[in-house]
């Protein structure tokens, strides 16, 4: 849908709504295209603790062996 700037003004709200329900909306200034207005994407959901079966647990969140901590960094154990 084109829309020239002094409309988009007077009914930005109608617009709005249109664009939030999928509808691309293209502003136009002396009959050019000048800019768009569409949907944002949706916002990602928050990671949760506990999604993924056996880290739930509070003893994952524990320092690990020093051995462990050797081994990852390359260190003789």
């Given at each position: 849908?084109?829309?020239n700037v002094h409309d988009a003004k007077t009914q930005f709200s109608?617009?709005?709504e249109q664009a939030h329900a999928g509808?691309?909306?293209i502003l136009a200034k002396?009959?050019?295209p000048y800019a768009r207005m569409m949907p944002?994407?949706?916002a990602a959901s928050k990671r949760q603790r506990g999604?993924?079966?056996g880290i739930n647990d509070d003893a994952f969140f524990d320092?690990?062996?020093?051995?462990?901590i050797a081994a990852w960094e390359g260190r003789a154990g």
């Open positions: 849908m084109l829309v109608k617009l709005l509808q691309e909306i002396a009959g050019k944002l994407a949706p999604r993924l079966k320092p690990l062996p020093e051995e462990e």
